[in-house]
């Protein structure tokens, strides 16, 4: 009698696995069609463009693990430097392209102006807090964002201690603006648009100098940013992995295009709060947001009267989500991760609170304090970032208490 030859499990799996693939694939994209059409449908055109340029940060900062927190640590714990010098490359072309429009104070006929804030205690310690928020919540603002955007449960309970802390801070705001401080310094002002960008340069290329002098002595060598060598060359660009040096431009001309759209750079962290307001005030708890100083500054009483589907920042907030969505789709890596230890559970919501606490007493996050100060010319976004990156050197040797990993892989988090 001859044998009949079944097929084995994996090639039985393959047209499930395609078709599940495909669905969600097919319902990612219509998501974010539907979105952008309501958007223009119901609020505005501005809108609309607004969520489509939070998709295409979402898909980029996905596909090339762009982020700060892991980039950060990597350096600090094993002295490799490749994602703080993509920061650097990020950060030159953007000052090359904010100063000029920021100093004629119009961009396409539109007026712009960038972020500049005064240097004081409120920046020093939140900064400081947020960056140990980050190593402890494994993510920062927009990289908790991405992360739950590709299914990563882990980011969900930094977000809500994102969304507690920033709600909090907003209580205190009074109190830390009441605190001694320096007046806003803008470079494009003290000391010209060329002499900023020179000088802003110089900065970037001695962090980036740094970084490979430490890393050379350590390991004899620098890490080399190339994932693509083993891809095929098209599917690359939707599917990824990126290097780093893509993730790098995509954010800075798509930073450029926020300001052309909102005469403002980029802003992430400021939509956390407003989330916990709305959410304080769907429950009908007795806060009293007339009488908190944060919630006086113009814009923000309106945001509060306002749905969030007005909000510019959460309207980005929700592209990127929607954005980190497709391309994980798109990936073929979009799943759902639901097992978490106990103490990674509470090393998330510990860290979004400081997250939220410190971002919202320090002007921002690493992209409206760090990426959008700096890209204003504002001191502020210097001063935030030695602040935070003290504070990440302090959390990347705490993770261990909550037995979270020291060495991580670059393109593993945020």
């Not at 495909?22 to 539907?34: E, H, M, Q, R, W």
């Not at 990674?344 to 510990?350: E, G, K, R, T």
């Not at 602040?387 to 979270?404: C, E, N, Q, V």
Request: charged share 10%; proline share 4%; net charge positive.
């Amino acid at each position: 009698m001859n044998s009949v030859k079944t097929p084995s499990t994996a090639m039985l799996n393959i047209p499930s696995n395609r078709t599940r693939k495909a669905a969600v694939v097919i319902f990612a994209a219509s998501l974010f069609i539907y979105s952008l059409y309501w958007l223009n449908t119901y609020e505005s055109n501005k809108l609309m463009w607004l969520m489509f340029i939070g998709g295409l940060l979402g898909l980029s900062l996905y596909h090339a693990s762009f982020g700060f927190t892991t980039a950060w640590r990597n350096f600090i714990i094993n002295r490799r430097g490749r994602g703080l010098r993509a920061q650097m490359i990020m950060l030159a072309v953007t000052v090359c392209l904010f100063f000029p429009a920021l100093n004629a104070g119009e961009l396409f006929g539109e007026e712009v102006r960038g972020y500049i804030r005064p240097l004081g205690s409120s920046v020093l310690i939140g900064a400081f807090i947020f960056g140990i928020g980050m190593q402890l919540g494994n993510g920062c603002a927009s990289g908790n964002l991405y992360h739950a955007g590709g299914g990563q449960v882990r980011a969900i309970p930094s977000m809500i201690g994102f969304v507690i802390g920033g709600l909090w801070a907003t209580a205190d705001y009074e109190w830390w603006m009441e605190l001694p401080q320096f007046t806003p310094i803008s470079l494009i002002e003290k000391t010209g648009v060329s002499a900023a960008i020179i000088l802003n340069l110089a900065l970037f290329a001695a962090i980036s100098g740094l970084t490979i002098w430490l890393e050379k002595r350590t390991h004899g060598e620098i890490e080399k940013d190339n994932p693509l060598a083993d891809t095929n060359h098209w599917r690359r660009y939707l599917q990824g992995p990126w290097p780093f040096i893509w993730g790098a431009l995509a954010l800075a001309f798509l930073n450029f295009a926020t300001l052309a759209l909102t005469g403002r750079p980029w802003a992430v962290a400021v939509a956390y709060p407003l989330w916990g307001a709305k959410l304080a005030m769907l429950l009908e708890m007795e806060l009293e947001f007339d009488f908190w100083t944060y919630w006086l500054q113009p814009g923000r009483e309106t945001a509060l009267s306002q749905p969030l589907t007005s909000d510019i920042n959460s309207v980005m907030n929700a592209g990127v989500l929607l954005g980190a969505f497709f391309a994980a789709a798109i990936a073929g890596k979009f799943s759902f991760e639901w097992r978490l230890p106990l103490l990674h559970w509470v090393a998330a919501i510990l860290g979004g609170l400081m997250l939220g606490y410190g971002a919202t007493i320090a002007f921002g996050c690493n992209i409206g304090a760090y990426f959008g100060g700096i890209a204003s010319g504002s001191l502020h976004g210097w001063l935030w970032l030695i602040a935070a990156f003290a504070g990440s050197y302090i959390g990347s040797h705490l993770r261990p208490l909550f037995k979270l990993d020291k060495k991580t892989s670059m393109r593993s988090s945020c």
